[in-house]
């Protein structure tokens, strides 16, 4: 027994020495993704590897004292000439204790520093980096933190508890991690319940500190040439994470998310002539408004944008934009009603009035074109008599614009092929190119070509260079946009500041929302996408607006209910008219909350009786027993004199018929109770079936 | 004017890594309002989950818990001894695990047993140290259950009331030769009277239903005939045992010496079957048939001097008296002639040597 406890307390050291060094690599592999302190944390997940494998029983020493010492010396070099700050530094002298400790492992002392150190590293990586992959290292690290903080006390208690008594169970059983993981689970419901309810001193702004890389996005620049969209549509980074609210149904509406539009081309390049740009009259909640007519906010559709971070200050929405709220300085827009915004914050919402004209309102529409209008619009810098020619012989025939503009969209759609490779890369004309010769193309070949034809038929087009809405996320319900979803359409004007969007490209259509089956709304790729979509908005800035906003929401509710209840309520004439009122409102959750506890009962008491059956069945005692309470029912007593065989052939001349099953369960009796037999699952089926028969008797 | 808080029935403890877990949490709750930083927000919340989490788990722990104890008949003090402790676990499914029974009470000596795991629906026992460091009586009221599971953090602490009463007898030394030659002198006289001393009084002739345990064998072979032998009748003097060692203040520490001093001698009286009266003010104790009585009033009597009480008086003339007193404090008693002084300044130095005693 000494010997077999002198094991298990072995065995307990090395479980909790093994816990410290997963922790210790955690907080590693956390520090290494806040892609700042490569080398330091390398280094630690190196040692602590080593460390693990190669030096079963650490030693210190007078050795590490002198490291120790070195170190004290290289930390004010490391932080007032290496990395001149003191955050980094700090980080590499918990890094090299952590080191100093894995090698000095002997009491519990050493082993609660370690679990700080830790979680100091695990702080100062959190705050370098908020990334996704951060919360899945946050919720590793507090799995393993629980399991090395609970395991450690364990065994404290377990040393001071009676000597003889063995730990009951392994530390890396499985029951035990799954009360771990239990124990995290609700540790994780409780604080975030608890960081929804903290007060926010800020607006949940990260306070000028870097979130990540910025990615390049060419195409929303004051110039671009011919070509820059598709260099970023073989990217499927994110760009960014929009989430739709309509007061209609918008089902089948395709979303494009406007960006930069353009009106000059120079034949390679496009830009926008006019250099005027205004800005944007702001409230005092940071709203941006760009229009002074009055529109109805309940009718505007509310696009909530959480942008990556882009090296582009452009605004994205779907037109035509009215309202912009979010943390900008200040927002302009130029003539082709591009805006950009001065302070480039995570997230904004944009409100955009979306209205569908029908074909034939379009087609009835008379336009007369301004002259400054047409300078801008119908502008081509290179003539081709050639592209012109082929623009009149397309829309020949027909004086409507928009059935001029269709005829040009479809003319592109059939004839021309859409390619992201083997483009028409002409250094001269690279849009007769694409007409004239390889007749395949991106995009903004198409777009461009489009343009120009319609200039060439004396209609007023601009590009525009923006997203299209991306995969839809149904479970976090919102548009995934990455850069290959980077597009360009044509706008054009059909008078009284109407610019309508056509897509000449036949490029394949993203699955648009509600399209998804069931299954496939689960995928991995959404479901990280959905957790890390969470992330952002409802954890890095989750702001005391969000709060009041929430209680807003919950408040406003109850009184909309209150109301209606309360109108529905004061006609009827008498309390039951009331009653059967409050009854049709709410009878759901009347239903619910009456029958749920009863359903619960009734299941609790299936559970019961089934468990209560399953111990007849298995026990010989009880089984022997419900068998004598049966007979009993129907007027056989058992003799306390008589022996369970004399009864069994008692039973036998009086109910023949229940005679053998009354001597086959009494054999099953003896055999059970007095040889040590043990029942068979046919055994126990049968005395289940045995004791039913008897009831019918 | 003292204040006195409420004790209510669970109370937490902090431990010292709950209040550096707590201290900085508060840091990062502080940082985290100064900066406005989500991600440091998460972290003080996942902290403070942490801390509810560990309060909940503690509170289940402690609940259904239901503690015995029983303590022996006796207790010497300055003796280690040990209580049985009991813990019954009344709840269906969920263990209790990392308990320890402890009695803080002011008014009791500490007692503590850890228990690693209390099974669902069970119960688990074993025996905890004690030891009273003073004679006296000492009252249970209240006994405690205490955790630290699941974090170490806090100490959770569940309070039972207790209503025991335990006795504590005085200290018991082992007499030296010197002692015992002191106080028995005088004592003992031979007798020529048949008794069931220890003392030979003469052989005789075996009879019928004589015990074969008195055949004095040697002087059988000489004398070739059985012969059994006759002891001398107990002829020992009456000895009177006077306390006369009371202090000013109490308690005093030669008091406590001299009742120490008066129980080891009526120890000795009773294993050697020697006869005496210990008087005490208002009490007389006779060892010889039951040492309960003395030790319960030794265990319960604060010192004191109780004024007017009849002390008893030697009954013959031959009677040895035996006064004890101290040189620091007066004499209460009245002369009793023929008695003789024993100061306990005297004789302390030698009551070195405790003495286990079984009762």
Redesign the interface.
């Known amino acids: 027994m000494k010997s077999a406890l002198a094991l298990d307390r072995n065995a307990m050291r090395a479980s909790l020495r093994l816990g410290v060094y997963l922790l210790v690599i955690t907080s590693g592999f956390a520090l290494l993704l806040s892609q700042k302190l490569y080398v330091s944390s390398s280094i630690l997940l190196v040692v602590s590897a080593v460390a693990f494998f190669f030096v079963p029983r650490p030693r210190g020493g007078p050795l590490w004292e002198v490291a120790s010492f070195l170190y004290l010396l290289f930390f004010f070099a490391d932080w007032f000439w290496i990395t001149k700050s003191l955050a980094p530094s700090l980080v590499h002298l918990f890094i090299f204790i952590m080191i100093n400790k894995l090698f000095n492992l002997e009491n519990d002392r050493d082993y609660?520093q370690i679990y700080?150190l830790t979680?100091l590293s695990m702080?100062a990586a959190?705050?370098l980096s908020?990334e996704i992959e951060?919360l899945y290292m946050?919720i590793l690290f507090?799995l393993l933190f629980?399991w090395n903080?609970?395991s450690?006390?364990?065994v404290?208690?377990?040393s001071?508890?009676?000597p003889a008594?063995p730990?009951?169970f392994s530390l890396f059983s499985a029951r035990y991690w799954g009360i771990i993981g239990f124990?995290g689970v609700?540790?994780?419901?409780?604080?975030?319940g608890?960081?929804f309810i903290?007060p926010?001193?800020?607006?949940?702004?990260?306070?000028g500190?870097k979130p990540g890389q910025t990615q390049h996005v060419s195409g929303f620049s004051q110039k671009v040439q011919l070509g820059d969209i598709a260099s970023i549509q073989e990217n499927t980074g994110e760009v960014m994470r929009i989430r739709v609210t309509s007061p209609q149904p918008l089902t089948g509406h395709r979303f494009y998310w406007r960006g930069s539009s353009f009106d000059r081309y120079d034949g390679r390049s496009w830009s926008t002539a006019s250099h005027l740009t205004s800005m944007l009259f702001q409230d005092a909640v940071s709203s941006f408004y760009l229009t002074g007519a009055d529109v109805d906010p309940n009718s505007l559709v509310k696009q909530e944008v959480y942008s990556k971070p882009i090296d582009s200050r452009v605004i994205f929405g779907q037109d035509r934009i009215v309202k912009l709220d979010g943390n900008f300085f200040a927002v302009s827009k130029n003539v082709n009603n591009t805006l950009l915004g001065m302070g480039n914050p995570e997230h904004y919402d944009v409100y955009s009035q979306i209205t569908t004209v029908s074909p034939g309102d379009l087609r009835s529409r008379r336009v007369a074109y301004p002259e400054n209008l047409k300078r801008y619009y119908t502008r081509i810098d290179v003539r081709n008599p050639r592209i012109e020619a082929l623009a009149n012989e397309i829309t020949r025939g027909s004086l409507n614009v928009y059935d001029r503009t269709m005829m040009v969209q479809h003319y592109l759609e059939k004839n021309y092929r859409y390619t992201t490779t083997n483009l028409p890369m002409s250094e001269v004309d690279p849009v007769s190119t694409f007409l004239f010769s390889k007749k395949m193309g991106h995009c903004e070949y198409f777009a461009t070509s489009m343009v120009i034809l319609l200039r060439y038929a004396g209609i007023p087009s601009r590009l525009v260079n923006g997203f299209l809405e991306g995969e839809y996320n149904e479970l976090g319900s919102f548009y995934v946009v990455r850069q290959s979803d980077a597009h360009t359409w044509a706008e054009v004007y059909f008078g009284n500041g109407l610019w309508v969007t056509f897509d000449p490209s036949p490029r394949d259509v993203v699955a648009s929302a509600g399209s998804a089956s069931f299954w496939k709304m689960f995928t991995p790729r959404k479901v990280l996408d959905s957790i890390s979509f969470f992330w952002d908005r409802y954890?890095?800035?989750?702001s005391a607006q969000d709060q009041l906003d929430i209680l807003s929401s919950v408040r406003d509710q109850y009184r909309e209910t209150n109301r209606k209840l309360r109108e529905k309520t004061r006609q009827a004439s008498s309390s039951t008219a009331r009653w059967r009122i409050v009854w049709e409102q709410h009878r759901r959750i009347i239903l619910f909350a009456g029958l749920a506890p009863l359903v619960f009962y009734l299941a609790n008491l299936f559970w019961k009786k089934r468990k209560w059956k399953l111990e007849v069945v298995r026990s010989p005692i009880l089984f022997y027993h419900q068998m004598l309470l049966r007979l009993q029912k129907k007027g056989l007593v058992k003799a306390p004199v008589a022996t369970p065989a004399e009864f069994a052939e008692l039973v036998s001349r009086t109910f023949p018929s229940a005679g053998g099953d009354v001597s086959s369960i009494t054999d099953l009796f003896y055999r059970a109770r007095f040889g040590n037999y043990k029942l068979s699952r046919e055994d126990q089926e049968f005395i289940e079936s045995a004791l039913l028969r008897l009831d019918t008797l | 004017m003292k204040l006195r808080l409420p004790r209510f029935a669970i109370a937490v403890e902090f431990t010292r890594e709950g209040m550096i877990f707590v201290l900085l949490s508060l840091a990062i709750g502080a940082a985290a309002v100064n900066t406005g930083n989500n991600v440091l927000y998460f972290i003080f919340s996942l902290m403070l989950g942490m801390i509810v989490v560990s309060g909940m788990t503690s509170r289940r722990m402690l609940q259904g818990l239901q503690p015995t104890v029983q303590f022996p008949d006796h207790f010497f003090s300055g003796v280690p001894n040990v209580c049985y402790v009991s813990v019954e676990n009344k709840k269906k499914r969920i263990p209790s695990v990392g308990i320890r029974f402890i009695i803080r009470d002011p008014g009791f000596t500490s007692v503590a047993r850890h228990f690693f795991y209390i099974p669902p629906r069970d119960h688990i026992s074993g025996y905890a140290r004690v030891l009273f460091a003073h004679r006296g009586v000492s009252h249970l009221r209240e006994m405690e259950l205490q955790t630290h599971v699941p974090f170490a953090f806090f100490l959770k602490i569940r309070r039972y009331f207790a209503n025991k009463t335990v006795r504590v007898y005085p200290r018991i030394y082992r007499l030296s030769e010197e002692i015992v030659t002191n106080i028995s002198e005088g004592l003992f006289r031979e007798s020529p009277y048949r008794g069931e001393s220890h003392q030979l009084l003469h052989l005789r002739d075996y009879m019928p239903m004589d015990s074969s345990k008195r055949i004095h064998w040697k002087a059988s072979a000489k004398a070739e005939k059985i012969l059994v032998k006759e002891y001398q009748k107990e002829q020992g003097r009456d000895l009177y045992f006077y306390f006369d060692c009371f202090a000013e203040k109490l308690p005093d520490d030669r008091v406590e010496t001299a009742i120490s001093f008066v129980a080891s001698i009526a120890f000795f009286f009773k294993e050697h079957e020697i006869d005496a009266r210990f008087i005490f003010p208002g009490n007389t104790f006779q060892p010889k048939e039951s040492i309960h009585p003395l030790l319960i009033y030794l265990a319960e009597w604060d010192g004191s001097y109780a004024e007017g009480e009849i002390l008893e008086k030697p009954s013959t003339t031959d009677a040895v008296a035996l006064q004890l007193c101290s040189r620091a404090f007066p004499s209460r008693l009245p002369a009793v002639s023929g008695t003789r002084t024993l100061f306990i300044e005297d004789w302390q130095h030698l009551l070195v040597e405790e003495r286990v005693v079984q009762i």
């Not at chain 1, 926010?200 to 306070?207: K, N, P, S, T, W």
Request: hydrophobic share 65%; charged share 10%.
């Open positions: 609660y700080l979680f702080l959190s705050s908020v951060m946050i507090v629980v903080i609970m450690i006390t364990l404290k208690i377990w001071k508890s009676d008594e730990f009951p124990t609700v540790m994780i419901i409780f604080a975030l608890i960081f903290l926010r001193a800020q607006l949940g702004y990260f306070g500190m954890i890095l800035i989750f």
